[in-house]
Every structure is written in structure tokens, then in C-alpha cells.
T-cell receptor, first 117, second 111 residues
Framework: NAGVTQTPKFQVLKTGQSMTLQCAQD?????MYWYRQDPGMGLRLIYY???????DKGEVPNGYNVSRLNKREFSLRLESAAPSQTSVYFC????????????????FGQGTRLTVV | QQPVQSPQAVILREGEDAVINCSSS?????VHWYRQKHGEAPVFLMI?????EQKGHEKISASFNEKKQQSSLYLTASQLSYSGTYFC????????????FGAGTRLTVKP
């Protein structure tokens, strides 16, 4: 079982460059998330997707866009990277849907360490 | 809407107990607890639900005060393996999909 897979694991960008972080889960989960983790700030929600075709903003969405390509995949795009976006990015998924117990935990990918210079 | 955790850091000796607190200003449906080791992804420990149901870890317990929107994680007879950063995650009643995490509590257990 792969669980939640993120690519790449490491990336260095120059200011102004763009890139897409990829996330895929094989657990048939409906809900998917992107968080960023900075020292002393914990995990902050960037965007989430409750189901295929829907996305919603979290706490810190500025500078990011997302796409829920299908049920398995949820990508995060930085259109014009800034040094303030240097962080570790985590993708997560949960099984939430009508008719299922609404008490399921989130599973996290291994993270993408992004440095913007 | 990010939940507030306290304390920020705890240092224990093996066998000692610790309590980590989490509070929210919003009405909660569930509280989730995770532990993260350095350089790794957060790992699930426990969920507490509105209404009292919980499931989780055999040596770690937690409580959820629905009236105060507060949760506490209890680590008893701590082991070296308990070291890491603990995060609480909260999902609101009005939107269970929106899950936010606190800033974390760094726990260090020394021999």
C-alpha cells in the first residue's frame, strides 16, 4: 500500500519560477488537503478538496492554486514562487462521504521540501 | 481558526507524565491528535468526537470538553519513543472537511 505519495521530495526554485507539486492517494478517499509547515507555525491549511471537482481555500491560499484532477490526485501550483513560500509542504487525505463514519483520520504524504532563492 | 495548543514545549524524564492542551474558538465536530518525528510525516494517534466517541492509541488517552471546545492529550509513563512534536487537528461542526492544526507541542523525553 502506497498510501499518499508526493512528488518531488525536494525542490529548489528561483524567485519568479513556477512549479506544481503532485499528490496522489490510493485509498479511495474523498477529501484531500495541502498544508505547509514552517518552524513554530505548525501545519497551516492552504487548500482542500472535499470531492472531485471541488476545492476550497484554507488559511493561507494566497500565491497558490490547486487542481483536483480526479479522485486520486490533488496538485498544488506556485505560479510565481517567492522566498516566503520556502517551506515543507504536506498533502493529506481522509475518507469522508455520506453514509460513512465521519470520524476518520488523515493520512499524510512524506512531504516536499521547497526552497525558493 | 487555527486551534491553540499549550505548552509549546515539554521536557520529561522517562516514566513521567505529560498533558498537552488544545482549544478552539469554533464549535468542533472532532479533535484529532498526531505525532511527528523530525523529518517525517505526522502520524495519527487519536480521534475524539462530539458525543464522546473516541478511538486511538493504547498507552495515550485524551479527553474532549464539548462545552469549552477543548481537548487534552495525556501521555502517561512516558517512553523515549514518545519524543516528537504533537499536533491537534480540529474539524468544525459546520464543515467537517475543513481541518486545521495547531502550532504543535515539542515533547522531549530523556533517559
Amino acid at each position: 500500500n502506497a498510501g499518499v505519495t508526493q512528488t518531488p521530495k525536494f525542490q529548489v526554485l528561483k524567485t519568479g519560477q513556477s512549479m506544481t507539486l503532485q499528490c496522489a492517494q490510493d485509498m479511495n478517499h474523498n477529501s484531500m488537503y495541502w498544508y505547509r509547515q514552517d518552524p513554530g507555525m505548525g501545519l497551516r491549511l492552504i487548500y482542500y478538496s472535499a470531492s472531485e471537482g471541488t476545492t476550497d481555500k484554507g488559511e493561507v491560499p494566497n500565491g497558490y492554486n490547486v487542481s483536483r484532477l480526479n479522485k486520486r490526485e490533488f496538485s498544488l501550483r506556485l505560479e510565481s514562487a517567492a522566498p516566503s513560500q520556502t517551506s515543507v509542504y504536506f498533502c493529506a487525505s481522509r475518507a469522508l462521504s455520506p453514509g460513512r463514519p465521519r470520524n476518520t483520520e488523515a493520512f499524510f504524504g512524506q512531504g516536499t521540501r521547497l526552497t525558493v532563492v | 481558526q487555527q486551534p491553540v495548543q499549550s505548552p509549546q514545549a515539554v521536557i520529561l524524564r522517562e516514566g513521567e507524565d505529560a498533558v498537552i492542551n488544545c482549544s478552539s474558538s469554533k464549535a468542533l465536530y472532532s479533535v484529532h491528535w498526531y505525532r511527528q518525528k523530525h523529518g517525517e510525516a505526522p502520524v495519527f494517534l487519536m480521534i475524539l468526537l462530539k458525543g464522546g466517541e473516541q478511538k486511538g492509541h493504547e498507552k495515550i488517552s485524551a479527553s474532549f470538553n464539548e462545552k469549552k471546545q477543548q481537548s487534552s492529550l495525556y501521555l502517561t509513563a512516558s517512553q523515549l519513543s514518545y519524543s516528537g512534536t504533537y499536533f491537534c487537528g480540529t474539524a468544525m461542526i459546520y464543515n467537517n472537511n475543513d481541518m486545521r492544526f495547531g502550532a504543535g507541542t515539542r515533547l522531549t523525553v530523556k533517559p
